[in-house]
């Protein structure tokens, strides 16, 4: 049971580069999010998407975006990353409706810039 | 503006009880959550309240009061591999969730 895979799981990136990260979810959830978290900080909410074809921004958009092609695939790009992109990334999946709306998480990608 | 609070830290001893506050201001509310993160892991579900009283579930208990914009985890026996932390989350008006700093919980023997 594979559920959400984030890939890569970690990463060194130099500033001014373009980074792609990768959630695949299998449960055939409608929604997916992507949300970054900092010390000290709640998880913060970067992009989301409702349904395949559509997207939606979060609290903290800026330099972050995404698409939604298909159920199951939801990548989040950094055109030009800056230092205070750095951070841990989850992808998060759930159920719109018929249930609790519970998130299940992936297990995070870490991402310094330097 | 939203604002959920929750402490920032807590320690409690092996075979006690523990609650964790968490209060909220949202605009609208749909549902309070609880997640468990270990370090370095991701979070992973505990519990749902939408209605006010106490959910038991097992050695942990939720308890929600709409009125007061109140809820706490209550995590009874404790065992060394509670340690983590607790995140409280609340479904504002538009279904987006508003998630708290969560508190550090460190078990001691």
């Known amino acids: 049971i594979a559920g959400i895979t984030q890939a890569p799981t970690s990463q060194i990136l130099a500033a001014g580069r373009r980074m792609t990260l990768r959630c695949t979810q299998d449960?055939?959830?409608?929604?997916m999010y992507w949300y970054r978290q900092d010390l000290g900080l709640g998880l913060r909410l970067i992009h989301y998407?409702?349904?395949?074809?559509?997207?939606g921004k979060g609290e903290v958009p800026d330099g972050y975006s995404v698409s939604r092609a298909n159920t199951d695939d939801f990548p989040l790009t950094l055109a030009s990353a800056v230092p205070s992109q750095t951070s841990v990334y989850f992808c998060?999946?759930?159920?719109?409706?018929?249930?609790?709306?519970?998130?299940?998480f992936g297990e995070g990608s870490r991402l310094t810039v330097l | 503006g939203q604002n959920i609070d929750q402490p920032t830290e807590m320690t409690a001893t092996e075979g006690a009880i523990v609650q964790i506050n968490c209060t909220y201001q949202?605009?609208?509310?749909?549902?309070l959550f609880w997640y468990q993160q270990h370090a370095g892991e991701a979070p992973t579900f505990l519990s749902y309240?939408?209605l006010d009283g106490l959910e038991e579930k097992g050695r942990f208990s939720s308890f929600l009061s709409r009125s007061k914009g109140y809820s706490y985890l209550l995590l009874k026996e404790l065992q060394m591999k509670d340690s983590a932390s607790y995140l409280c989350?609340?479904?504002?008006?538009?279904?987006?969730?508003?998630w708290g700093a969560g508190t550090k919980l460190i078990i001691k023997p």
């Open positions: 998407s409702n349904t395949a074809g559509t997207t």
């Open positions: 309240n939408v």
């Open positions: 998060a999946s759930s159920e719109i409706s018929g249930s609790t709306g519970e998130l299940f």
């Open positions: 949202t605009s609208g509310f749909n549902g």
């Open positions: 449960m055939r959830h409608n929604a």
């Open positions: 989350a609340v479904w504002d008006s538009n279904y987006q969730l508003i």
